[in-house]
């Protein structure tokens, strides 16, 4: 076996995670979810989702990680726990699922780009998604996004990952903050930052039954938990820096980049007169496109944003490739960039029945948000603070100054609050499948 990679430098394994991190789900999801869930109300949830849940569980994945020094399936074996190798397998499977059809959204996006550049979508933006979401075309951007993700990930965790993202995130970040600012200048457009940024509390508590579990999901997801990436990245670390404080950072980094998103979604949206509710997969899309077609330079503004969906789309699908990839390049003789490419047919084909049709795709989707994710987030959580326990809390200990009171805190944090906030919403999600699927009229609760 050859000698395992390792990240550069510290700076480049955190923005490579702040890549994985920032994705369709903070610019697409984030702002429509939101607004879906009562505006402001839900990001009060989300955030306290994100701090008190999604982090502790991102430090669980990280202290696997970097012990290992292996793929998420092998990992477990290697921390004298074989027993555990299901919670690997689950997340690699997440991955591998998870990439299929997130690749036909970033096929979506990459047409969006070329479509704001040529105005194709001006003169009707719902019919142009319902035209280029499903068929035969969105086979062939599915095949062009997929293979862009491959590209990078056969070049390696340095010269690929490395180094596509230390150029991707901030330029997501300088190109958000651009557009937020021109949006800043939109007449009207301070509805929309009262709409997102004043919490109303009535709509709050009347609808905290189903705010928390689509702010908990939407946290795992956004942080790219539970499907093996943040313990693949860390297993690249070779270092002893601090995994509290590179987490943190990757955290805020991330939420920083969806609030910003909001920020230039909501005052467009409401400069407009056009209200940010709930609409399926395609809503964004739609009222995006729609909203660009109204705005003097709307081609230009239409391009940036969508430039920035697609690198944000990218660094989180390479992250879900490598996750696969890295089983194999443990475990075989084979090139890394025969492996990747072959992966990448793999997921390609399991992904184009999601590009055939859009009810498919949503299935797809609802299977790994309601079913795959809060399973593996939930077993990786009970093997970390149950299982693993004392190694654990010297693995984050080690290379940083947090006292033991501060990892035993995290410890009781991974072993009670974060795994039922997680059940909660493993139980509400395949309650929202047997409804989806029509075996249940109505929630129960
Ligand atoms: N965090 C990504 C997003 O918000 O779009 C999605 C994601 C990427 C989830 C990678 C999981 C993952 F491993």
Redesign the pocket.
């Given at each position: 076996m050859s000698q395992r990679e390792t990240w550069a430098t510290r700076v480049g394994f955190i923005l490579a995670a702040v890549g994985?991190?920032?994705?369709?789900?903070?610019i697409w999801?984030f702002p429509f979810q939101t607004g879906a869930n009562g505006g402001a109300a839900f990001i009060v949830v989300y955030l306290a989702a994100v701090f008190l849940i999604g982090f502790p569980a991102m430090l669980a994945e990280f202290v696997v990680g970097r012990r290992a020094e292996r793929n998420p399936i092998d990992a477990f074996a290697r921390l004298g726990h074989r027993n555990w190798k299901i919670v690997g397998v689950l997340g690699t499977l997440s991955?591998f699922w998870?990439l299929s059809f997130?690749s036909v959204v970033g096929g979506w996006v990459v047409r969006y780009v070329l479509g704001s550049a040529t105005g194709a979508y001006f003169s009707g933006s719902e019919a142009y998604f319902g035209a280029i979401s499903a068929g035969p075309e969105a086979v062939g951007f599915h095949a062009v996004f997929m293979a862009l993700t491959v590209g990078v990930v056969a070049l390696g965790v340095t010269d690929g990952i490395e180094r596509s993202t230390k150029l991707m995130v901030p330029s997501i970040v300088i190109l958000l903050g651009g557009l937020a600012v021109w949006a800043g200048t939109l007449e009207g457009g301070a509805a929309g930052y009262a709409y997102y940024l004043s919490p109303d509390v009535d709509v709050l508590l009347a609808n905290l039954g189903s705010i928390l579990p689509a702010a908990v999901g939407q946290a795992f997801?956004?942080?790219?938990?539970?499907?093996?990436?943040m313990i693949t990245y860390a297993s690249y670390l070779g270092r002893d820096d601090s995994l509290p404080v590179d987490g943190a950072t990757i955290v805020v980094l991330n939420t920083f980049v969806g609030l910003l998103a909001g920020l230039v979604v909501f005052p467009i949206l409401f400069s407009l007169g056009i209200e940010p509710g709930s609409g399926g997969l395609g809503a964004a899309f739609i009222t995006l496109a729609g909203a660009f077609a109204q705005l003097p330079a709307g081609r230009f503004l239409g391009v940036g944003f969508f430039v920035v969906l697609l690198l944000?789309?990218l660094s989180?699908?390479i992250?879900?490739l490598e996750?696969v990839t890295t089983y194999l390049v443990d475990n075989t003789d084979r090139s890394r960039s025969t492996l990747a490419v072959a992966l990448g047919a793999a997921i390609f084909a399991l992904g184009v029945p999601s590009a055939l049709g859009v009810p498919i795709l949503s299935w797809y989707n609802a299977i790994a948000y309601n079913l795959l994710l809060p399973l593996s987030v939930l077993t990786l959580l009970l093997f970390v603070g149950w299982a693993d326990t004392d190694d654990a809390v010297a693995e984050l200990r080690r290379g940083t100054d947090l006292s033991e009171g501060g990892a035993v805190a995290w410890l009781w944090f991974v072993r009670t609050l974060v795994p039922l906030g997680v059940l909660a919403t493993l139980l509400l999600g395949l309650q929202s499948l047997a409804v989806k699927a029509g075996l249940l009229a109505a929630p129960l609760v």
């Open positions: 994985s991190a920032v994705g369709l789900g903070n999801q991955a998870i997130y997801f956004t942080l790219s938990l539970g499907m093996g990436a944000a789309a989180s699908a992250s879900l996750v």
